[in-house]
């Protein structure tokens, strides 16, 4: 099964930017379908952004826009480019993975068996 380890997360200030990744091991890249997700404190995890099967992505309507997230199948890993930070992104952020032919819903935390152990970001205003 896959193994997730998220890094990049930091401190920055309202308007910055930072790049998180998340390398997958344990796997076959290829048969997994990646998303981010958020927490913030004394707050449910939310769905951030996804890949659905057919290479299409997904975002939540908070970060659209400001969010881009991508993938290098060469190396193993997915990574979210959050530009123009808000203090409202302040969360741990994880990396999720399903396996493609899984069933669910692409922003449900439930349709994901496989987390990474987070990485906090928080945004100074």
């Known amino acids: 099964q896959v193994q997730l380890v998220e890094s990049g997360g930091g401190l920055v200030q309202a308007g910055g930017s930072l790049r998180l990744s998340c390398a997958a091991s344990g796997g076959t890249f290829s048969t997994y379908l990646m998303g981010w997700f958020r927490q913030a404190p004394g707050k449910e995890r939310e769905f951030v952004a996804a890949f659905s099967r057919s290479g299409g992505l997904y975002y939540a309507d908070s970060v659209k826009g400001r969010f881009t997230i991508s993938r290098d199948t060469a190396n193993h890993t997915v990574s979210l480019q959050m530009n123009s930070l808000k203090p409202e992104d302040t969360a741990a952020y994880y990396c999720?993975?399903?396996?493609?032919?899984?069933?669910?819903?692409?922003?449900?935390?439930?349709?994901?068996?496989?987390w990474g152990q987070g990485t906090q970001v928080t945004v100074s205003s």
């Open positions: 999720a993975a399903r396996r493609i032919d899984s069933y669910g819903y692409y922003y449900y935390t439930a349709s994901y068996p496989y």
